[in-house]
């Protein structure tokens, strides 16, 4: 057995398979069961077609889900999976990743799974930077459950459940693992093949959390949320795509571009032939502020006007995992004393 010495931080120490492996490697015997046009199928084909490119043994891969659509995902992968509890997949990944050094750990989650009743795991899992590759579908709905609303539903959202139209303001879930410091935050299209799998495969490399969110179509009970982002008369003017190092312009011609607002220092779009090419932000995914990553997430609301879609974040920071082996292999050259520790000061006596 060999470890993986690729140049790519996320999976070092993680057991290489020696060989050619294709999506077919990746694929179960089982019935893949979701409803006719689900966006979760073009994600599973992306995340089959990339991980051969890893390079990694499929018994050191581990995908753990929680529940709802999308956390189906462990049947149709053949490595080693969990389909776990609502909410909780974070923090079963975390403790997996943390007392296995040699595997590959991915997370499948909702929008409501992983910010609803999961929330207070998944920025925990963030802010830890445990070495987790957590996908995030995003279609604004509960499917599962049948069509109720979700944490990231627009304002005034028609479901069974808010048949007068949703009250609440929904999360930006980019936003809010940027707001957890997340040392990677990337986002995709189900739609978009390439883009996607650039995004997964700079997680993939990435040591420490990486949270993916990714935009995934209902069919069923919130068909087309995501249309204005993929129509050919639209997505061009409303798609900001983002590239390390590169000026942030849009457009069919390029005519709109991200600049930094004097007054506010909030980011906003202008169009380039009124400010110069000179005024553009240039994209820099390695700022260790977030604030920059975080305005720029701002640009996108729920009518998806301008909506930045690639790696907004990445960072290099201690994973808590790797931090936490070392710390048990520190303490293991220590003597243990037991009788001090139960004889010390932290003890009551009780009285009747």
């Not at 019935?31 to 050191?60: H, I, K, M, T």
């Not at 992983?114 to 996908?135: D, E, F």
């Not at 978009?192 to 209902?218: F, M, P, W």
């Not at 900001?240 to 942030?248: Q, T």
Request: with cysteine; net charge negative.
């Amino acid at each position: 057995m060999t470890t993986i010495d690729l140049g790519l931080p996320g999976l070092a120490g993680v057991p290489t398979f020696e060989g050619a492996q294709t999506a077919k490697d990746y694929k179960t015997d089982q019935e893949v069961r979701w409803c006719p046009g689900c966006g979760d199928y073009a994600v599973l084909a992306a995340v089959q077609s990339f991980l051969p490119e890893l390079g990694l043994r499929r018994e050191n891969i581990v995908f753990i889900s929680g529940i709802g659509c999308s956390s189906r995902f462990p049947y149709y992968m053949n490595t080693y999976g969990m389909h776990s509890i609502h909410g909780r997949a974070p923090a079963i990944a975390t403790g997996l990743a943390t007392s296995r050094g040699d595997l590959s750990v991915w997370v499948v989650t909702g929008d409501g799974d992983a910010l609803s009743i999961g929330g207070n795991h998944l920025i925990h899992a963030l802010r830890r930077n445990v070495n987790l590759k957590i996908l995030l579908f995003n279609n604004r709905i509960y499917g599962l459950t049948k069509g109720q609303y979700s944490p990231t539903s627009e304002e005034g959202k028609v479901t069974k459940s808010t048949p007068m139209g949703s009250l609440d303001h929904p999360f930006n879930p980019v936003s809010l693992a940027l707001g957890a410091e997340a040392s990677f935050v990337g986002r995709a299209l189900d739609s978009d093949r390439k883009q996607l799998t650039e995004v997964l495969r700079a997680a993939a490399e990435h040591r420490g959390s990486a949270l993916v969110e990714i935009y995934q179509n209902c069919p069923i009970f919130n068909d087309g949320a995501f249309d204005v982002l993929k129509d050919a008369g639209e997505r061009t003017d409303r798609i900001i795509p983002l590239r390390h190092g590169e000026p942030i312009r849009f457009g069919a011609e390029g005519q709109h571009g991200v600049v930094r607002d004097p007054k506010t220092g909030a980011l906003r779009v202008a169009e380039v032939a009124a400010v110069g090419e000179q005024a553009l932000v240039v994209h820099d995914v390695t700022l260790d502020d977030p604030s920059y990553a975080f305005a720029l997430s701002r640009l996108s609301g729920s009518e998806l006007d301008h909506t930045p879609i690639g790696v907004f974040r990445s960072v290099s920071r201690p994973a808590y995992d790797d931090l936490a082996r070392a710390q048990v292999a520190a303490a293991k050259d220590k003597p243990a004393d037991l009788s001090s520790l139960l004889r010390g000061k932290d003890t009551w006596t009780v009285l009747d």
